[in-house]
């Protein structure tokens, strides 16, 4: 445990990249975004505002999965780390980093609420669907989405250390081709209505649960490649 404790603390050596920068651009996306609502508010546009800005520091996690092995696991080897250590303590650092994302969603999303969008009608944090079931199901829905992003990134990058970058194009490659072809189906079938039912009745607290499931299963397969990854 102690030697997974130090693969945390290695982890979080440079703060930048587990904290800092995901911190930064989320508070550069809500100025901007509160920028734009406070512009319509003022023009007279009927509100209430919404936006996507809040995805932002989100996906910067896919970057801070990439870099947290291919930055750290040959250093971590040649400090005689075990692979299964190293995993155990980049999850763990990822884990609190999505926490702390987390509760600032959740708090971020009470005192929308309570200001009625700061006075602005626009919500940042406060998505409809996210909050409908209180602030602790907003937070565990934010904590899957962010571990997951991370997630995606840290196996990308197995992959791309233990196969190289052609099999990880071809991967991501087939990946698409099933979203078009899931697309195409779900529009040639007109089900676009079953679909958002489906995902609206599921609420936020379903749809984390079905994320945190695809979150174990390709922590699985990550860990599985990293036993066999060349540092």
Do not use: H
């Not at 009927?46 to 996690?61: D, K, R, T």
């Amino acid at each position: 445990m102690n030697r997974t404790v130090s693969v945390v603390r290695m982890q979080l050596i440079n703060k930048q990249t587990f904290v800092w920068v995901p911190l930064i651009v989320l508070g550069a996306s809500f100025a901007m975004s509160i920028a734009i609502y406070a512009i319509l508010y003022s023009s007279g546009v009927p509100g209430p505002f919404y936006g996507g800005g809040s995805q932002a520091p989100l996906w910067v996690l896919l970057f801070v999965g990439i870099s947290s092995l291919t930055l750290t696991f040959p250093f971590s080897q040649a400090m005689s780390v075990t692979r299964r250590e190293f995993f155990l303590g980049t999850m763990l650092a990822a884990a609190m980093c999505a926490v702390l994302l987390a509760a600032v969603f959740a708090v971020g999303g009470m005192i929308e609420e309570a200001t009625g969008g700061w006075g602005l009608n626009g919500y940042f944090f406060a998505l409809d669907w996210v909050v409908a079931d209180g602030p602790l199901v907003a937070a565990f829905f934010y904590f899957v989405l962010a571990l997951l992003i991370f997630m995606l990134g840290f196996w990308s990058a197995t992959v791309y250390k233990r196969s190289g970058a052609m099999v990880l194009t071809i991967i991501w490659s087939g990946v698409g081709v099933l979203l078009v072809v899931a697309v195409w189906a779900i529009t040639r079938f007109e089900m676009w209505a079953d679909v958002i039912s489906t995902i609206v009745e599921q609420g936020p607290a379903g749809f984390a649960t079905w994320g945190l499931l695809v979150t174990v299963l390709l922590g699985g397969i990550s860990y599985l490649t990293l036993r066999r990854t060349v540092p």
